[in-house]
């Protein structure tokens, strides 16, 4: 009934926001095109560990209902054999965020104790020391800790602006002054009744009022890494949460800013611009990457540019012309499930529509989550009324299929 075949591009809606599986030593001509109109580029690439990740994914509806089973899949291999490589990926990434840049743009490069020093070297050449704004430091305990040494941490997050008339308004990111007060501090209330802080240094008295907004500094200690079962975590390695992207984003942009990211991993920097009501523009060489993204943003007006998974495997479908389609599954083996993995199962969404002028436009989808464990797979119309169909299994593998004639 249908065919397996590939052309690499899907449209929703206008298709203003990008979503593209590249790298960036190779920068494909939809982001060359954003240069000089970019609100906001933040990057977080590999950090030079020397690890291989792995992502760990619950699947079928059982997966979904209860968290196993799961697939532990690969993630991305973050294995450079010599610090000259590393530092090519670097040094491409600064440049090409400086030029994507407006003039009012603002530029993160998010990275740890491995590789910040180096990163700040080539930074302060690309866009200038004197355009050196903070280097954040975000503060978690999540993770081993040695003992060789006091534990390690803490990521570094450079901040660079492109030019003098850079767009910062620390107002947008007010903190709750309760979280942040001070137990050494005294509380007393004035004569208007307003509650307040207070400290006493040289004599002098501060008050601190709790009804006056407090804003963060650059030591961020109240934003914790994704527990094991986050309902935001999607099972990528290094994925970064959301409140983080969120504060990071908020102080320098405006909705209808471009938002860019080149390393987006699992799309957090994405759906926080979307959140935001930016424009945003997602890379990574990692095409799993690009389906995890995918499921997390709402897809309404979006350009992916990935190339569809090559390997054969049949669309199973059962289809009655009295007013009934039904999907099977995808017949596929892959590693990270076991051999009797039923093809339903192996399942994560689909979506159905049109294949025009060498464009899947998807008309509907239909994804499982922790609230939908089950897979929408049987729908009341007439068969021939679905053209094409694209699929995502567990692995993050996607599928286009057309109709035969
Ligand atoms: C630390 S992860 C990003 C995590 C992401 N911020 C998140 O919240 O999920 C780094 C990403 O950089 C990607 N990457 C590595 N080399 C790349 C390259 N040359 N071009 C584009 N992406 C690359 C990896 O595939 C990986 O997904």
Not at 42 to 63: H, V
Not at 99 to 107: A, K, P, R
Not at 133 to 150: C, D, M, Q
Not at 356 to 376: C, M
Request: hydrophobic letters at 35%; charged letters at 30%; a positive charge.
């Amino acid at each position: 009934m249908f065919e397996q075949v590939s052309v690499g591009r899907e449209v929703y809606g206008e298709g203003t926001n990008l979503l593209l599986c590249g790298s960036v030593m190779n920068l494909p001509k939809e982001i060359e095109r954003l240069k000089g109109k970019v609100q906001c580029v933040y990057l977080d690439p590999p950090f030079m560990t020397g690890e291989r990740f792995e992502r760990t994914r619950p699947y079928g509806e059982k997966g979904w209902k209860k968290g196993t089973p799961v697939a532990r899949l690969a993630a991305y291999e973050d294995r450079y054999t010599a610090e000259r490589e590393y530092r090519k990926l670097l040094r491409k990434l600064i440049h090409t965020a400086h030029d994507l840049l407006s003039g009012t743009g603002v530029f993160y490069l998010h990275l740890d104790w491995r590789m910040t020093a180096q990163a700040r070297a080539l930074c302060d050449q690309e866009f200038g020391k004197d355009l050196f704004l903070n280097e954040i430091i975000w503060g978690y305990e999540s993770g081993g800790r040695s003992k060789k040494f006091f534990p390690r941490k803490h990521d570094s997050i450079l901040m660079y602006a492109k030019t003098r008339k850079y767009r910062f308004d620390i107002t947008r990111v007010p903190l709750d002054r309760q979280a942040k007060r001070k137990n050494h501090m005294a509380r007393g209330i004035d004569e208007q009744g307003r509650a307040y802080s207070s400290i006493v240094s040289n004599g002098k008295e501060y008050r601190y009022y709790d009804d006056t907004p407090v804003y963060p500094g650059d030591v961020w200690t109240d934003i914790s890494h994704l527990q094991q079962r986050d309902p935001e975590r999607t099972g990528y390695a290094t994925q970064k949460p959301l409140k983080l992207l969120d504060r990071l984003l908020r102080p320098v942009t405006e909705p209808g800013d471009w938002v860019v990211d080149l390393c987006c991993g699992s799309g957090t920097t994405l759906e926080a611009a979307q959140k935001l009501g930016c424009r945003f523009a997602g890379m990574d060489v990692n095409p799993e990457a690009v389906a995890v993204a995918l499921a997390r943003l709402a897809a309404e007006d979006l350009t992916v540019i990935c190339p569809e998974g090559k390997t054969k495997a049949p669309l199973l479908t059962e289809e009655d012309p009295a007013g009934r389609f039904r999907i099977l599954g995808v017949e596929t083996e892959h590693p990270g499930f076991p051999k009797n993995t039923a093809p339903l199962d192996s399942l994560e969404s689909w979506e159905y529509g049109t294949i025009e002028e060498g464009v899947f436009r998807p008309l509907r989808s239909f994804r499982r989550s922790w609230k939908y464990p089950e897979l929408v797979n049987s729908l009341k119309l007439n068969p021939a009324e679905i053209t094409a169909v694209m699929t995502t299994d567990a692995a993050g593998i996607r599928r286009l299929y057309r109709r035969k004639a």
